[in-house]
């Protein structure tokens, strides 16, 4: 009788993923180290232990490719064979299926794959018969049946949709009420870095008048990048196509294939193979993940499911907010006591939460680790010779921050070597070392982290960037003469730059640069650009720790309270009515010798009753963004708080100046100010 090994699963799967992340850092410092028969024996224990495992598991395929390897990996170690590029690229091709096998079981698969092209490579190479380029597409085994829907309007789609019951009620309901089906299929360009924020872009623009009903991939694969080239969608709205394809049209680096209206009695559900997926597909996939996949690297400790970590945080914050409601009515009904009851429990809630908080903190290292061997696969494509370096990988940050700054990181190294750093050619004739430098550092610097990207490439063409700024339309020509080097390097992350149709080097180096800035602003960070012609280019990111439970300033309008994230505030200050001026209809002070620009809070948020008043002292709230700082006028500073923050939903969001809500201590709900966009 053969034994269940399922329950076996997500061990073999975590482990696997250590193992992989051991041997893609390994093969690295072969390449660089190749008589190092330390880094060998790494090399081969991975391998060896990855074919234990699978062998276990029933993965035969992978126990295959791994035992060939194994035998190239021996003659190595013997000096039988010799470390050279040729060797090393074969490696990380079958480290590449290797992690292709391991993502296809994650997903549900029997990780069967045809592997016999690179077995042979690997034969050839222990031969001493070394032929490279040999095509190794892999066959992954898919579903034979499944229930699915066929539309024959579009059965020469790539795609068939599984529908349940329950979907065909839901569709022939919608076209009782006379809402439309439409069939959307898109295109993701080939160079786009950030697809997963290119198709969020997408679901924003169906929201308006559509609801998504189903998806190919599925709709969190998609919001996590997790496709090829293309997605399709089924949608049931009230808006009409015209409309619908107009707006996704307006979207960059996404290109329209398909966009139809469904008649829902030409859908039947009826049994039929999954949609098909070419060789080619499987094999642009196989390369291309491995820039895109993650790696995880989990200690050898008590493996705790990450779902239990997040309930965990909830529970502490909803205790951090009940804690604020006990400290009030400790205050007003003053018991002794109470209060000592009180403050033992803000002792033991808040020890908790530093707990909780570093149970959610990990290395920025399992981010990093992904970096080298991409970096070192596009410099070899682009003939150019990169050092890379990277510095405070132990540096910590919240996993929900963790989960989404890899994208930014990869666009941003991706410029650095493709537009930044020159040829050796190029650098030779301009007095610099042939081998470029990129530096990839990470610092704690208080509440935040702090990531960079340098390197010493040609810098930023100011000049360039001012000319393709005026043909785009972003600013006048009599502007552009009175841009200082900041103002001008920071149109890089106008939406306008990624519009371009030909991608020349300033086109190039702001592609996607707006989405990357959006993308960090999501996270509660800012990004700065330093760049200096002929020396390089530095992009810095600034990110809070946590997302979750932040310290607030808490200050009153009228009768409104509400809370300003303690991170965006620099200082508040008291002021007196004449110390306003008036400088361009613009009222101002000045504060140390600076001139600093007023602005009264309750008109901003359009408060009634907001209107100016005549009192002679008012409190000022010193608030920052990036290197800009600007005065807000409130009626009164509560004090520092601990808040929870709470997501208004999708109806509210988008809001200009509130971030969400929080549940504060009386049971009320306050607001929180958005500095970001008050600016």
Do not use: W
């Not at 035969?60 to 170690?77: G, I, Y």
């Not at 393709?468 to 149109?491: C, H, P, S």
């Not at 303690?566 to 110390?579: A, F, P, Q, R, Y």
């Amino acid at each position: 009788m053969k034994m269940d090994m399922s329950q076996y699963l997500d061990v073999f799967l975590e482990e696997s993923k250590e193992h992989l992340e051991s041997l893609n850092q390994k093969l690295l410092e072969l390449e660089k180290h190749s008589q190092d028969i330390s880094v060998l024996n790494e090399i081969f224990r991975a391998a060896h232990t990855l074919k234990g495992m699978s062998s276990t598991m029933g993965f035969e395929d992978l126990a295959d490719l791994t035992h060939h390897m194994e035998n190239v990996l021996s003659d190595l170690k013997e000096g039988i064979l010799e470390v050279n590029s040729q060797v090393i690229d074969m490696l990380f091709q079958c480290f590449d299926r290797l992690q292709l096998i391991i993502d296809q079981i994650e997903s549900g698969g029997s990780g069967a794959i045809d592997n016999s092209a690179l077995i042979a490579l690997l034969e050839n190479v222990k031969s001493g018969n070394v032929q490279f380029g040999v095509s190794a597409d892999p066959a992954i085994e898919k579903p034979d049946t499944y229930t699915s829907v066929n539309a024959e309007n579009i059965s020469d789609e790539t795609y068939s949709f599984e529908f349940n019951e329950y979907d065909i009620a839901v569709l022939k309901e919608a076209a009782s009420k006379n809402f439309k089906i439409y069939y959307i299929k898109l295109a993701v360009e080939k160079n786009c870095l950030m697809k997963a924020v290119r198709a969020f872009m997408v679901f924003k623009a169906l929201e308006e008048d559509s609801e998504i009903i189903k998806s190919i991939p599925e709709v969190q694969e998609i919001e996590e990048g997790k496709f090829d080239e293309y997605f399709a969608l089924f949608a049931i709205s009230s808006g009409e196509l015209e409309d619908i394809e107009k707006r996704l049209n307006n979207i960059s680096e996404i290109n329209m294939q398909t966009i139809k209206e469904i008649d829902i009695n030409t859908i039947q559900t009826e049994k039929m193979s999954a949609y098909e997926e070419t060789p080619a597909e499987i094999k642009d996939n196989t390369t291309e993940n491995t820039d895109q996949k993650k790696y995880h690297k989990v200690k050898q400790t008590v493996r705790v499911d990450i779902d239990r970590l997040d309930s965990l945080m909830n529970l502490v914050g909803e205790l951090v907010m009940h804690k604020g409601r006990l400290e009030q009515i400790g205050a007003s009904t003053k018991i002794g006591e109470l209060n000592e009851t009180i403050e033992q429990i803000d002792r033991i809630s808040t020890d908790l939460q530093s707990v909780v908080m570093k149970v959610r903190m990990v290395p920025v290292e399992q981010v990093f680790n992904r970096f080298p061997r991409m970096v070192r696969d596009l410099a070899k494509d682009l003939n150019k010779e990169v050092d890379f370096l990277m510095e405070g990988k132990e540096t910590e940050l919240d996993r929900t921050v963790i989960d989404e700054i890899g994208d930014p990181l990869v666009h941003l190294l991706r410029n650095a070597i493709d537009h930044a750093i020159e040829s050796p050619q190029e650098r030779m004739r301009a007095g610099k070392s042939q081998k470029g430098t990129v530096m990839l550092r990470a610092r704690h610097e208080g509440n935040n982290v702090y990531i960079e990207v340098e390197d010493d490439g040609a810098g930023i063409n100011v000049k360039r960037v001012l000319e393709k700024g005026v043909d785009k339309g972003l600013i006048t020509a009599k502007e552009a003469e009175q841009m200082n080097i900041d103002d001008a390097v920071n149109l890089l992350f106008s939406s306008g730059f990624s519009t371009a149709l030909n991608v020349t080097d300033v086109s190039g180096r702001g592609v996607g640069l707006d989405v990357v800035k959006t993308k960090i602003e999501s996270l509660s960070g800012e990004i700065f650009v330093d760049s200096r012609p002929g020396k390089g280019t530095r992009f810095r990111i600034k990110l809070p720790l946590t997302l979750a439970i932040i310290q607030a300033l808490m200050i009153s309008i009228r009768d409104e309270i509400y809370a300003i994230p303690l991170g965006s505030v620099d200082e508040t200050t008291m002021i007196k009515n004449h110390d306003i001026k008036m400088v361009q209809n613009q009222e101002v002070i000045v504060l140390r010798g600076n001139v600093l620009p007023l602005f009264r809070l309750s008109m901003l948020l359009e408060i009634p009753g907001g209107e100016i008043t005549n009192e002679d002292e008012m409190y000022v709230v010193v608030v920052r963004k990036a290197e800009r700082q600007i005065g807000l006028v409130v009626d009164t500073l509560i004090g520092q708080q601990e808040i929870v923050i709470k997501s208004l939903g999708k109806i509210l969001s988008g809001i200009p100046g509130i971030a969400g809500a929080i549940v504060a201590g009386d049971g009320y709900v306050r607001l929180i100010i958005d500095i970001a966009t008050l600016f």
